[in-house]
């Protein structure tokens, strides 16, 4: 669908065209720019501007089914560059990225969005606001398109790194939903990599065509500094998959520490029943042994070694006294008792 179809005359905004077929004939008749934006066109909205304004199969595919990398690339005297936005939503604590293809040609900008961002309607203010610097041609939309899209990620940087500050927090809190966590936040750095890595290449293209297309300086300086701006989101990006790659090589080391401190308290546990029983088994058979000598003795036979023997009693108890001690003396020497 289409967004806005605006054409502008040395860098002032001319009444808004009723129809593509209108601005284009404008665009012969007065020699302005067109800048042309749409959400999320078909494949026959965006053949119509094909069309007209000679652009490239290649990249009008591109256009239409989105999912590409950040890139530029040049088909005659047009440029097609490919941008991948992001925002941060606090409710949902995530990153959503969305994605920008610029078409800018000697008279005209086309911006075909697929996502919420970029606020390409702040951009057209601001740009609005400045004749002088609007009148510098579809240069100026292309790199304020850019400049805005990295000023977006410095929000995406902040929730990223509260995300990040509180898994530290949960590491040691013993929270188990942690190692989960840190997946997603990893997954969702990696994807901001993507994002970002690629415009290096990206501005370093444009940066080479400088002086070949005739660049004005301010423009030039512009982009540079827009560059730079990237060049710290892209270290931030970098940084963040480092500490989470720490963070999850800390979480499986304190899952093991908790895992070894938990089989040393089983140990002590077991070690202690172990000698409880000990214990347990030494007065047991300390017991079993004059138990032995009275039953033996409690069977009541008439014929049976020394049951008229005078001293049987006391030898009976002495054997039991003899036995028992000697047990007892066995067991405390191993440390049983």
Request: with cysteine; hydrophobic share 40%; charged share 25%.
């Amino acid at each position: 669908m289409f967004i806005k179809n605006a054409l502008y005359i040395e860098g002032v905004r001319a009444p808004d065209p009723m129809s593509l077929e209108q601005t284009f004939e404008h665009m012969r008749s007065s020699g302005g720019m067109a800048w042309i934006g749409l959400y999320r066109p078909g494949y026959e909205e965006l053949k119509q501007l094909a069309d007209e304004f000679n652009l490239h199969e290649l990249a009008l595919e591109d256009a239409v089914e989105a999912h590409q990398r950040p890139k530029i690339d040049r088909y005659g005297e047009t440029l097609f560059t490919v941008l991948r936005p992001a925002r941060y939503i606090d409710a949902k604590e995530e990153v959503e990225f969305g994605e920008v293809h610029i078409f800018t040609g000697p008279d005209f900008v086309i911006t075909v969005r697929h996502a919420e961002t970029p606020n390409l309607g702040d951009v057209r203010s601001k740009l609005e606001r400045s004749p002088q610097r609007l009148a510098l041609g579809p240069e100026a939309v292309l790199y304020a398109i850019i400049d805005e899209v990295i000023d977006e990620y410095s929000p995406v940087i902040t929730g990223l790194e509260n995300d990040i500050d509180e898994i530290e927090n949960q590491l040691f809190d013993g929270d188990p939903a942690v190692s989960r966590r840190i997946f997603d936040l990893s997954r969702e750095v990696i994807e901001f990599q993507r994002a970002t890595k690629p415009l290096e290449e990206v501005f370093a293209a444009i940066v080479e065509g400088f002086e070949k297309y005739h660049v004005d300086i301010d423009l030039q300086r512009r982009l540079l500094d827009s560059r730079d701006h990237c060049k710290r989101v892209i270290e931030r990006v970098d940084s963040f998959r480092q500490v989470l790659q720490n963070a999850l090589t800390t979480q499986s080391t304190l899952v093991t520490q908790r895992q070894n401190d938990e089989m040393k308290l089983l140990a002590q546990s077991s070690n202690a029943q172990n000698e409880e029983v000990k214990k347990i088994s030494a007065w047991a058979a300390i017991g079993f042994a004059p138990t032995l000598v009275g039953t033996i003795y409690g069977m009541n036979f008439k014929v049976m070694p020394e049951l008229k023997f005078h001293y049987g009693y006391a030898m009976a108890l002495g054997l039991m006294a003899a036995s028992s001690g000697s047990l007892y003396l066995i067991f405390k020497k191993r440390d049983w008792i």
